[in-house]
C-alpha cells in the first residue's frame, strides 16, 4: 500500500496550490482518502475527505478547500486558494477502510506528507 503525496511548496499568501495523492496497492473505490494537516507544536486535524463520489468538509475553510478524486488515476487532489499564513503545515492523505471520519485514528494508510509554506 502506498500513498504519495505532491504540489507542496512555498506560496505567498492569497496565492494557490494543488495538491495531489497517488495511491497504489489497494482497491480505491474500498477506501475513503482524506487530506490531513499538521502545523508545528499542533494536533494533525483533517481537512476534507473523499468517499464514494462524496466530498466532506473536515474543518471549516470557508469554500477555500476543495477535494476531488479521479478514480482512472487512483489520484485524490486538493485545491487550495487564498492561501493564508496560518494555513502553514505539513499535508498529508490517508486511506481510511471506515469512511470519512475526522479523527487520524479512523485511517489505515498514510503518505510522507508534503510541506505547504504560505508567505504572509
Known amino acids: 500500500v502506498q500513498l504519495v503525496e505532491s504540489g507542496g511548496g512555498l506560496v505567498r499568501a492569497g496565492g494557490s496550490l494543488r495538491l495531489s495523492c497517488t495511491t497504489s496497492?489497494?482497491?480505491?473505490?474500498?477506501?475513503?482518502i482524506g487530506w490531513f494537516r499538521q502545523a508545528p507544536g499542533k494536533e494533525r486535524e483533517g481537512v476534507a475527505c473523499?468517499?464514494?463520489?462524496?466530498?466532506y468538509d473536515l474543518h471549516s475553510e470557508e469554500g477555500r478547500f476543495t477535494i476531488s478524486s479521479d478514480k482512472a488515476k487512483n489520484t485524490v487532489y486538493l485545491q487550495m486558494n487564498s492561501l493564508k499564513f496560518e494555513d502553514t503545515a505539513v499535508y498529508y492523505c490517508?486511506?481510511?477502510?471506515?469512511?470519512?471520519?475526522?479523527?487520524?485514528?479512523?485511517?489505515?494508510?498514510w503518505g510522507q506528507g508534503t510541506q505547504v509554506t504560505v508567505s504572509s
Open positions: 490517508a486511506a481510511s477502510s471506515y469512511g470519512c471520519f475526522d479523527s487520524p485514528r479512523a485511517y489505515d494508510f
Open positions: 473523499v468517499h464514494d463520489d462524496t466530498m
Open positions: 496497492g489497494f482497491t480505491f473505490d474500498d477506501f475513503a
